[in-house]
């Protein structure tokens, strides 16, 4: 649906496209309907190319100034006005040119009008001229105001769409101090330690903050390569953790090749570890799980490590799934004062 809507939207999108076939409609629509009846199809075009001019003036005066300078800006008696007069004088014109130009052609035997009547004794005729003429304009502008919707509708779409990635690309960017800090805490802890294990901390910090901050910038990425930086992930945190966490790790052996939101993954994990000073922790188990089968991604993630504030949802998680896989996800989200179980399951 909202593939055919873009396609009309930018069928209309097309001035010069859009105004040629409404106009080869309107040309068309009488000799289409005239094939029953005992006229030619040419002689048919021929006698519609004779409404056409006034058709066309009172379509492009009532959609290009009747409505937008008249009706829209609340000048009700000028639109009335104007309207009326537009009915009267190409009413009158129609009558003209058929009686002076259409008939002497093709009928010169028939009765016409003269000038004179035709231009100061509206007739009943007349009343038929002002609704052949503007079926066409309302035609015209109901297609103008459908296009106008369109283009309203895919306006707020893409703004609709600009804020919400704004709102993401914030909400992502917001995983990135806290990590940093967290970890430029353990590598400093390490350092006073004199660790062996703060060069390697350094080259995993390296590698993460290389991810996130140029290789996070495509529209999706490989799940392999989203698994690889968990990994680094998990080996920086073990190092923070400092033996407070028993880690239990399983990962799918196959991902043939899918695609994931970039740190959708991780945005998961740092919402189930509590981000506390090690020293203040008491020693938890920490599981994650992940599958990936017939394009569907199952993450379990279990966890005993104590939290004040439990009943917190992940609202940025959550915004993520909404927008980048509506309708293909399920989040479950349990959490107590010292337990946490969550599963994720997204269909890729």
Do not use: C
């Amino acid at each position: 649906m909202e593939e055919a809507n873009t396609k009309i939207t930018r069928l209309l999108g097309n001035r010069w496209l859009s105004h040629i076939l409404f106009w080869l409609g309107v040309l068309l629509s009488y000799p289409i309907l005239s094939l029953g009846m005992e006229q030619s199809f040419s002689g048919a075009v021929i006698i519609k190319l004779f409404y056409l001019p006034t058709q066309l003036i009172a379509a492009y005066l009532l959609v290009y100034y009747q409505l937008p300078k008249l009706l829209y800006p609340g000048r009700y008696v000028a639109f009335i006005f104007s309207l009326l007069l537009s009915f009267y004088l190409l009413s009158t014109l129609t009558h003209g040119i058929i009686d002076h130009l259409l008939i002497p052609n093709f009928a010169p035997e028939a009765e016409r009008t003269n000038w004179q009547d035709i231009f100061f004794r509206f007739q009943q005729i007349d009343a038929f001229y002002v609704i052949w003429v503007y079926w066409v304009a309302v035609a015209f502008a109901s297609l103008k105001l459908i296009k106008q919707s369109f283009e309203r509708k895919a306006a707020i779409e893409e703004l609709e769409k600009e804020k919400i990635q704004v709102e993401l690309d914030t909400l992502q960017a917001q995983l990135h101090p806290r990590f940093l800090s967290n970890t430029l805490k353990t590598i400093h802890r390490l350092s006073l330690e004199q660790s062996d294990a703060a060069p390697e901390l350094i080259a995993s910090l390296s590698d993460m903050l290389d991810y996130m901050l140029y290789q996070t910038q495509s529209k999706t990425v490989p799940l392999a390569q989203e698994v690889e930086i968990l990994q680094t992930f998990f080996e920086i945190e073990a190092l923070r953790q400092n033996g407070n966490m028993s880690l239990h790790l399983a990962w799918p052996e196959e991902v043939n090749g899918a695609q994931i939101k970039p740190l959708l993954l991780f945005s998961m994990v740092e919402n189930a570890l509590v981000q506390e000073d090690r020293s203040k922790q008491e020693d938890f188990e920490f599981s994650y799980q992940m599958d990936y089968r017939d394009q569907e991604l199952t993450v379990t993630i279990k966890s005993t490590q104590v939290r004040s504030n439990y009943a917190e949802e992940p609202t940025a998680l959550q915004q993520q799934l909404n927008w980048f896989y509506p309708d293909l996800h399920q989040l479950h989200w349990k959490a107590e004062p010292n337990r946490l179980h969550a599963n994720l399951n997204v269909q890729l």
